[in-house]
């Protein structure tokens, strides 16, 4: 069964990191595409950031480049996310995704709320 396990969000102040991460299960993670996306209250998904397999490319979008570095640990078969000067704009839930076999999964999130 294909698992994706987000962790590390919280309530942090404007200004402020924070490092999320997800764990794969389930599937070949050192293969796969990885993507960060977010969610904010009342807003649709927002693709936020790719990895390929190996870590050597990456991509982000244009509200969080500079800020935002996406890594990956294939022998843990982790996805990081690292957040620095965050706004309250950043507020969402973050989630992973990767296409197994043609179709997206995605974890159930965590919540990011950047509030003073």
């Known amino acids: 069964e294909v698992q994706l396990v987000e962790s590390g969000g919280g309530l942090v102040q404007p200004g402020n990191s924070l490092r999320l991460s997800c764990v794969g299960s389930g599937f070949t993670f050192g293969n796969s595409i990885m993507n960060w996306f977010r969610q904010a209250p009342g807003k649709g998904p927002e693709w936020v950031s790719r990895?390929?397999?190996?870590?050597?490319?990456?991509s982000y979008a244009k509200s969080v480049k500079g800020r935002f570095i996406i890594s990956r640990d294939n022998a843990k078969n982790t996805l990081y996310l690292q957040m620095s000067n965050l706004k309250p704009d950043d507020t969402a839930v973050y989630y992973c995704?990767?296409?197994?076999?043609?179709?997206?999964?995605r974890g159930q999130g965590t919540v990011v709320t950047v509030s003073s």
């Open positions: 990895i390929n397999n190996d870590g050597r490319m990456t």
């Open positions: 995704t990767t296409d197994v076999l043609g179709t997206t999964r």
